[in-house]
């Protein structure tokens, strides 16, 4: 093999990981590098994450107020993962300085504004550069996505779609709540087929998850799962449910952030996350189960990237995950490593029983 095309061979497997310092992005870099994938650790201040350079990672510096420095950033890379948010601040600079350099970019964003945004901007600029460009590939987002995608099976439509959020605690990080501050936009579902803002006040109902949560209080909180589920999937109903005992965590001043409860760094989370489709009076579902959601972004981004390296992603522009990817294949790429899932098939049920759960 040639120096040119050992060069080649590397870039194509190199990934920069913009806001690598911070709490998600470390468990980016750290699950790239167990896949083999080589991380460039993009950070506002080179000189600080010296654990990075003990690993052999290599730090850049670069700001979205400075977009040379972001060139320089990601040159090399055949890829740019986002990690730092709120995206309503980052994801356009970041984004457009992936496609000045032809490369794929994707993010681990909740905010459904920030997601919208990223699809309507970039959509055509990367079908005519050929790359990707994939928003809220995280626990928030595309995940629920690949959810709903794998229980719908041969369905290409559904009459609703619900899906339910347990968390057993949940410990934000600082930039979970500069998020939380920063978008204050009203929230959007899909009602009658086209995206609405969630009705106020938030519907609140009783939500029969599978062990360990079993019944819990919901809320009607959706994140940016609506507007990625939306992008390709057609459903009369679209709502998300988070339930209350996370909600009082993260809403609450006083809730410390996660703290490291395994050698990998992942603090003791245990979340669950089912989804239910209808059709008629047929309901289709899944539930996962897995630990951390700030951990569990790392390897559900890093599957999608290796597999967009690896041409194992269909077509270009900007997309939802499960538009590119097999939902199910996906899905149990993660499994048993990071995540436990059941689809269940058709369960014969009337409309107003699945709307009281």
């Known amino acids: 093999m040639t120096a040119h095309s050992t060069k080649a061979s590397m870039q194509e497997r190199t990934v920069a990981v913009f806001g690598a310092a911070g709490h998600t992005g470390r468990f980016v870099v750290a699950e790239l590098l167990r896949r083999g994938i080589v991380p ?11 654990a990075f350079a003990e690993r052999g990672v290599e ?18 890379a055949a890829a740019v993962i986002n990690c730092a948010g709120p995206f309503l601040d980052t994801a356009d600079a970041v984004a457009s300085a ?12 909740a905010e459904q504004p920030s997601a919208q945004a990223v699809y309507e901007t970039f959509d055509k600029p990367a079908r005519d550069a050929g790359v990707l460009i994939v928003p809220a590939m995280g626990f928030y987002g595309g995940f629920a996505d690949l959810l709903v995608t794998a229980a719908m099976g041969d369905w290409d439509s559904a009459d609703e779609i619900r899906i339910g959020i347990a968390l057993d605690s949940w410990h934000p990080t600082q930039g979970t709540r500069i998020t939380g501050e920063k978008n204050t936009a009203r929230r959007m579902i899909v009602a009658d087929g086209q995206l609405a803002p969630v009705p106020q006040p938030a519907a609140e109902l009783d939500w029969d998850f599978p062990e360990p949560f079993a019944r819990q209080a919901v809320v009607e909180l959706p994140f940016s ?20 005992a996370a909600l009082r ?6 809730t410390p952030p996660p703290e490291p409860a395994d050698e990998a ?4 989370q245990v979340f669950l996350v089912e989804a239910l489709v209808r059709n008629g009076g047929h309901v289709r579902r899944v539930a996962a189960q897995g630990r951390d959601i700030y951990a569990f972004s790392a390897p ?22 499960a538009a590119i990817f097999d939902a199910r294949d996906f899905l149990d790429a993660l499994a048993p490593q990071h995540l ?3 689809v269940s098939g058709d369960e014969h049920r009337t409309a107003s029983t699945l709307s009281n759960l």
């Not at 460039?40 to 010296?50: C, D, F, G, H």
């Not at 799962?225 to 209350?244: D, F, K, M, P």
């Open 340 to 342: 436990s899932f059941v």
């Open 300 to 321: 559900l981004i890093c599957e999608a990237v290796q597999r967009i390296l690896d041409g194992r992603a269909r077509g270009s522009g900007a997309q939802a995950p």
């Open 249 to 254: 965590d993260v809403r609450d001043a006083t």
């Open 59 to 76: 730090v850049r510096g670069a700001s979205i107020e400075n977009p040379t420095s972001l060139d320089r950033a990601f040159e090399g």
């Open 265 to 268: 760094g992942r603090s003791a």
């Open 225 to 244: 799962e609506i507007v990625v589920i939306a992008r390709h999937t057609r459903s009369s109903e679209l709502r998300t449910y988070l339930n209350r």
């Open 40 to 50: 460039i650790a993009v950070v506002r201040n080179p000189a600080k994450p010296a």
């Open 98 to 109: 992936a496609l000045r350099a032809g490369i794929h970019y994707l993010d681990v964003t």
